[in-house]
């Protein structure tokens, strides 16, 4: 009787087998497991025909959002700087032609267009409905599989960023002498890309004169990633110009965070936006673009920016169309 007492609870470890401890949730009840996933049905299935993978030389670099019958679809537009191959998955796994047609600064939409009837268009939703709680489902960066999770922040805007040089500037600069001098280069950084060296002293940014770091500072926040800023810089007796595109502050710093290290990767741009939805779905910076379900398989917003290992920021899906009608608009416009 002692040996079969000790084997029952053997026999019933063995019996559970997708739990490793008898306290734990099985496998397939947890947050992205079977049975929560087939318990979102319809939010599933829509989520799934409404987004396509965008590619760039076969490679998945974001989501788009399916917005109607004629082909247009919207994405996250600082995914696709650079990026000159393009083409998109559709639901079914079929690569197809896809092409940039305009793009919004602001709220880092781009719009882009497939051949019409690829997907099914998303059926939108009041995003005021959404408060904290709120169960939500995004598809991951592959667009295979729903990924689950609440609302977990208050609707708000999200402070922008001024661009970055990349640069590691001398601490012991003399106001009273012209220029300052770059001891170092962030990892990415637009300022070494563009040719300017260790040791050079920055003795002009546009038409401002620059004798501190202060200087410095002042002027490149005048600027968004991306712009273009124009230097001078004093190598020796030389004074050569230079012209340095301004880069995302987390594409060349955040590296050297140890906090944004640990939350493993992020989106280039995640600030700057002037009305967000947060959420907590485990996505990859990959997954921006694609729609943001509620349980009835209605869109609530597109994901836009992976901040950090819990923090996932979407677009309400009022201010999208708004922004996708404008886009629109002016490609016709154009052709």
Known sequence: MKVAALLLPLLVVSEASAQDFLDELPS??????????????????????STLTVLNNGKAIALATVLDPE???????????????????????????????SSDQKTDLALMKVDSGTGT??????????????????MNHE??????????????????????LGVLLDPNDDPKEMGVAIMQFGPNSPAQKEGIREGDLVIRVEDKEIKSRKDISEEIKKF??????????LRG???????????????????????????????????????????????????MGGPLMDLKGLAIGVNIARSDRVTTFALPSSLVKEIADKLKSESLGND
Not at 37 to 46: H, I, N, P, T, Y
Not at 224 to 233: G, M, Y
Not at 270 to 283: A, M, N, Y
């Open 143 to 164: 667009a295979e599989t729903l990924m689950i999770g609440v609302i977990s922040a208050k609707r708000r805007s999200i402070e922008g960023r001024s661009g970055v």
């Open 121 to 138: 268009p998303v059926r939108w939703a009041d995003p005021n409905n959404a408060q904290q709680g709120t169960w939500v489902g995004s």
């Open 237 to 287: 007796e030389e004074g050569i110009p230079f012209k340095v595109t301004l880069n995302y502050m987390s594409n060349v710093f955040d590296m050297l965070d140890r906090n944004q290290r640990m939350s493993g990767l992020t989106s280039k741009r995640k600030t700057g936006f002037s009305d967000v939805l947060q959420h907590e779905i485990p996505l990859s910076p990959m997954a």
């Open 28 to 49: 397939s009840r947890r947050l992205n497991g079977k049975s929560t996933v087939l318990a979102f049905g319809e939010a599933g299935v829509s989520a799934k025909d």
């Open 71 to 101: 082909g247009y679809v919207v994405t996250k537009a600082s995914e696709l700087e650079g990026m000159k191959d393009l083409s998109a998955l559709s639901s079914t796994g079929d690569e197809i032609n896809i092409t940039l047609m």
């Open 224 to 233: 968004a990633p991306t712009e273009e800023v124009r230097l001078k810089i």
